[in-house]
């Protein structure tokens, strides 16, 4: 009887939490559930209402540790629809943990501290077999919806870097062809891109069918044309906040400023020492304008910026300074596409926000859209678009959110995607 008592009470409270939400949202017409502004984090809390757990699945943290709660709660149940790996009815929290690296594994109910590299491995090879059976399942179900309901699209939106490209300017023949093909078929394409404007690669910039340039992970719009269409750049208080806090650690400051990208020329020497890889390197070498001290030049000049480009020589640095980054407030947007990167935008800045914006500009609705990416930054966008595609080489958080999986971008992925489904 008392367990049930404990049932009921938990459930009449997950009752009167939505019931609060919806009330909230007739009356005042405010958003029917609040996202918080943080991501790439295992969050902790005594107790998750069901409002709280779909804002944090919105906002795509990593993992939820619950100290109390039931097991059949709603909570519970919407953090396994959601796929947000948790661990409910912890009986003791270190209260020291903020900050610090750790791991969920969700199969078995653990939380584990400063976990080992053979237990990485292991979690990392639990997370790829349960991708591998998801993504069989996903192709199939989307195989037959895909026949059954032939959904038009109007708007096509490419990540660049693991999409379209494979290294740091190469695009294929079979993409441009598809690109091409879909803007005959009088469907708009846009970029959507983590990489500032005067860093997109020189043959990608001359493809005619490619009409919009959404670039710095959301914070800029750009015609085909070079006509600014939108703007949303990172507040001066804020950038001068989050400046304080990285001087505390060993990283590269890289300032995306009016569609092109800033940094300190002595950094150039020591690129392998903060772990520039994946082609990055060469894109700083060829597409930066240098001062001696990035500092002093933002200082001096204070310009307005798009976003700030980050990479660290330990990751147990990038992780804090991402904790303590999300903190601010207002906390801007933070993402990353590498193992050592951190890219900072706006409170309001993001993929799947300037993607909505282009859309309405457009006269176009955001199921007619169809995104494609394969990083935590297109995450965004692909959450929004009705026709959301993960590449084959796509991290595991981006594959858990898109309506389908393409192949890689090395076996021409991105073009498969566009004739399965824009031009069919």
Do not use: W
């Not at 020492?273 to 204070?302: K, M, P, Q």
């Not at 389908?404 to 566009?418: F, V």
Request: glycine residues 6%.
């Amino acid at each position: 009887m008392g367990m049930d008592n404990e049932i009921m009470r938990s459930k009449s409270a997950d009752i009167i939490d939505i019931s609060c939400h919806i009330i909230k949202y007739l009356t005042t017409g405010q958003r029917f559930i609040d996202v918080p502004k943080i991501s790439d984090a295992i969050i902790i809390s005594n107790l998750f209402i069901p409002s709280q757990v779909i804002g944090l699945g919105i906002a795509s943290v990593n993992a939820l540790v619950v100290v109390s709660g039931m097991k059949k709660s709603h909570a519970s149940f919407l953090t396994r629809k959601l796929e947000i790996p948790s661990v409910i009815n912890v009986c003791e929290i270190d209260r020291e943990m903020e900050g610090r690296f750790a791991a969920v594994d969700g199969f078995n109910g653990e939380i584990i501290i400063e976990p080992d590299e053979e237990t990485i491995a292991l979690l990392k090879l639990r997370q790829k077999r349960y991708a591998q059976i998801k993504c069989a399942m996903n192709n199939a179900v989307s195989k037959k919806a895909l026949n059954e309901n032939k959904q038009k699209v109007k708007l096509i939106a490419l990540d660049l870097d693991g999409t379209i490209i494979s290294n740091s300017t190469n695009i294929s023949e079979k993409c441009i062809d598809a690109i091409n093909a879909a803007d005959k078929k009088g469907i708009t394409v846009a970029v959507c891109t983590g990489r500032v404007m005067g860093e997109i690669p020189e043959k990608i910039r001359n493809i005619e069918s490619i009409k919009y340039f959404i670039t710095s992970g959301g914070s800029s719009i750009t015609t085909d044309k070079k006509f600014p269409l939108y703007s949303d750049t990172i507040e001066t208080e804020t950038v001068d906040s989050i400046l304080e806090i990285l001087s505390d650690y060993d990283c590269l400051i890289d300032l995306y400023i009016d569609g092109q990208g800033y940094m300190q020329k002595s950094d150039l020497e020591k690129l392998e020492h903060f772990n520039v890889t994946d082609g990055f390197d060469e894109i700083l070498h060829t597409a930066r304008s240098f001062t001696d001290n990035i500092l002093e030049y933002y200082y001096s000049n204070r310009p307005s910026l798009e976003k700030i480009n980050l990479f660290f020589a330990h990751k147990k640095d990038r992780n804090e300074a991402i904790y303590r980054i999300s903190k601010l407030d207002p906390a801007p947007k933070v993402a990353h596409s590498m193992a050592y990167n951190l890219e900072v935008t706006s409170s309001t800045s993001c993929k799947g926000q300037a993607l909505q914006y282009l859309t309405r500009v457009l006269g176009a609705d955001m199921s007619e859209v169809m995104a494609m990416g394969d990083s935590n930054n297109d995450i965004s966008m692909l959450k929004l678009a009705g026709v959301s595609v993960a590449m084959g080489n796509a991290s595991e958080s981006v594959r858990n959110v898109a309506r389908y999986i393409t192949d890689t971008c090395e076996n021409n992925g991105a073009a498969k995607a566009i004739e399965l489904y824009a031009l069919k």
